[in-house]
Nanobody, 128 residues
Framework: QVQLVESGGGSVQTGGSLRLSCVASGRPFSRYNMGWFRQAPGKEREFCAA????????YYADSVQGRFTISRDNYKSTLFLQMNNLNPEDTAAYYC?????????????????????WGRGIQVTVSS
């Protein structure tokens, strides 16, 4: 199975930027459609963005559209989330997740139950 490890989190002030990375190992990265989710204390896990295995199709939640950009580098087995114009409502633990295409599944979207593998998460804190 694939292992996913996030990095790049931290603390920023309102209006700042962060770039999250998620490195995959154990299986070919191109086997997976990928997504980013987040979860704030006391709240349900929330979809942020997703990208297909070719990196040509992306999908965003309304809450991050225009501020966040998802991308991937299949040669480096790495998924990215560029986050700009951050605000305190973006404070959460951020998780990368993958959908295994090997069985013919082509999903990349906002339903967390469709994702097969998850990283452990990385904290992002935005102060006002």
């Amino acid at each position: 199975q694939v292992q996913l490890v996030e990095s790049g989190g931290g603390s920023v002030q309102t209006g700042g930027s962060l770039r999250l990375s998620c490195v995959a190992s154990g299986r070919p990265f191109s086997r997976y459609n990928m997504g980013w989710f987040r979860q704030a204390p006391g709240k349900e896990r929330e979809f942020c963005a997703a990208v297909d295995w070719t990196a040509t199709s992306t999908y965003y939640a309304d809450s991050v559209q225009g501020r966040f950009t998802i991308s991937r580098d299949n040669y480096k087995s790495t998924l990215f989330l560029q986050m700009n114009n951050l605000n305190p409502e973006d404070t959460a633990a951020y998780y990368c997740a993958g959908v295994d295409r090997s069985s013919g599944r082509a999903y990349y979207g906002g339903d967390p139950s469709q994702y097969d593998y998850w990283g452990r998460g990385i904290q992002v804190t935005v102060s006002s």
